[in-house]
């Protein structure tokens, strides 16, 4: 039942900036944590940016710091990323995910989206 349909993704040049989007349904995303990972090709799954269940906490890793900002909107059930100052190295596909408990650990979260693919340019 639930389901997260990411969006947003798309090409975009070095410095630019690009907001994807989560939507959830079959949960509301005050009721978990929501996160969003992403995996470049040959690496593995890092953990980008989390927001807790009551919106007050977020935790960006620190190759993102001052770039990137994770939000929520619970009217429209959607969490939203943020990205600015965008870098050749932030190419990846970009996961959404829900879970009971903030981690950095992709284990931690049991729901996951599609992915979304962005590529930045140099």
């Known amino acids: 039942q639930v389901q997260l349909v990411e969006s947003g993704g798309g090409l975009v040049q070095a410095g630019g900036s690009l907001r994807l989007s989560c939507a959830a349904s079959g949960h509301t995303v005050s009721s978990y944590t929501m996160g969003w990972f992403r995996q470049a090709p040959g690496k593995e799954r890092e953990f980008v940016a989390a927001i807790s269940w009551n919106g007050r906490i977020t935790y960006d890793a620190d190759s993102v710091k001052g770039r990137f900002i994770i939000s929520r909107d619970v009217a429209k059930n959607t969490v939203y990323l943020q990205m600015n100052s965008l870098k050749p190295e932030d190419t990846a596909v970009y996961y959404c995910?829900?879970?009971?408990?903030?981690?950095?650990?992709?284990?931690?979260?049991?729901?996951w989206g599609q992915g979304t693919q962005v590529t930045v340019s140099s």
């Open positions: 995910a829900a879970g009971s408990r903030g981690s950095i650990y992709s284990t931690a979260y049991p729901y």
